[in-house]
């Protein structure tokens, strides 16, 4: 099946502090996204990418940046954390556009 | 934009009940996926319908894809502890490549 590995299941970081939150999947799946999880609210995109190096700017981009240098690889930068992005962060790939999604685990973040 | 509203936001139900789901969108959609997440855990696909009107079944639980692809519906018969968590609509518009807009969940709770 595949796998969905996210670095860090729990970070506690300070305001203004530069956070990195890495996704790695194993099964050569063309697009990756990131998603953050409020009570509430659901999940919101915050961006995604269908090839290497490329990315685009999801529902909630404000505050964040994200890198793919590997297929494999996508990862979520948070320049500089505020306390408003204290969150579950989620990290999906998918073979293709249309197809379902793989979840990692979740990073859930706090932000002090 | 478009928006994918699901209600209710909380279901609390006895053993045995059944439990439903609703999802609409404020615009037509390709298709409708289903993802359930149990609590501390990560949503995980459940199934992807496709056609107006179409109907699935997996053992205890029906998916359902209204006729004018707007609106979809998850039931529950004789509900189990096992099914307790969160599930989420996630529809997708601008054909079948498009980004999915989910909704914010249903948590089902079921007390023994």
């Known amino acids: 099946d595949v796998k969905v590995t996210q670095s860090s299941r729990y970070l506690v970081k300070r305001t203004g502090e530069k956070v990195f939150l890495e996704c790695v999947q194993d099964?050569?799946?063309?697009?990756m996204f990131w998603y953050r999880q409020d009570p509430g609210l659901g999940l919101r995109l915050i961006y995604f990418s269908y090839d290497v190096k490329m990315k685009e700017k999801g529902d909630i981009p404000e505050g964040y940046s994200v890198s793919r240098e590997k297929k494999e690889r996508f990862s979520l930068i948070l320049e500089s954390a505020s306390t408003n992005q204290t969150s579950m962060y989620l990290c999906a790939s998918s073979k293709n556009r249309g197809w379902k999604l793989f979840f990692g685990e979740g990073s859930r973040l706090t932000v002090l | 934009g478009q928006q994918v509203m699901q209600i209710p936001q909380y279901q609390h139900v006895q053993e045995g009940e059944d439990f439903t789901t609703y999802c609409n969108s404020s615009t037509t959609l390709s298709n409708i996926q289903w993802y359930k997440q149990r609590p501390g855990g990560h949503p995980v696909f459940l199934i992807q319908l496709v056609k107006s009107g179409e109907v699935k079944k997996q053992k205890r639980l029906t998916f359902q894809f209204g006729e004018a692809k707007k609106n979809s519906s998850l039931h529950i018969t004789a509900t189990q502890t096992t099914d307790v968590g969160t599930y989420f609509c996630?529809?997708?518009?601008?054909?079948?490549?498009?980004?999915?807009?989910f909704g914010k969940g249903t948590k089902l709770s079921v007390k023994p």
């Open positions: 099964m050569d799946h063309e697009n």
């Open positions: 996630a529809g997708r518009d601008g054909g079948s490549q498009g980004n999915l807009i």
